[in-house]
């Protein structure tokens, strides 16, 4: 698993952290019971402090990506599809969100909103 971060994103650093774990669960680069890298070692990897890593590990763990067993370490959770799930239309949500303020401001009509996304999921394009 490589994780890149960036000083200069808007995104907290342990933020992106979890949604490079994240990702890599998505595309199963990280399976069940993979255990991750210890805090202190995904630390010194990246450069930076075992807290925002441990943050980033607390985040993934409340939302039940992973599970953490005392003493033996961090382990990515039995996959629960729904999480998943809810987690991509949460995604798609937003994406739509930012679709619909770009149409209100460039007053295109809902049609043809719509009419491109059945453009798009038949394949047309």
Do not use: C, W
């Not at 075992?50 to 003493?71: N, S």
């Not at 937003?94 to 798009?120: G, H, T, W």
């Amino acid at each position: 698993m490589n994780i890149i971060l960036s000083n200069n994103s808007n995104v907290p650093i342990y933020e992106q952290i979890e949604n490079a774990i994240k990702e890599a669960i998505f595309s199963n680069e990280l399976k069940e019971e993979d255990m991750l890298p210890s805090v202190r070692n995904l630390a010194n990897d990246l450069k930076i402090s075992f807290l925002t890593v441990k943050r980033a590990y607390d985040e993934l763990e409340k939302a039940g990506f992973i599970k953490t067993v005392q003493g033996k370490g961090s382990y990515v959770a039995p996959k629960n599809i729904e999480l998943i799930k809810e987690e991509k239309l949460k995604e798609i949500q937003d994406y739509i969100e930012k679709i619909y303020s770009i149409s209100k401001m460039a007053n295109i009509p809902e049609e043809e909103v719509k009419e491109l996304f059945r453009i798009i999921f038949e394949g047309d394009l």
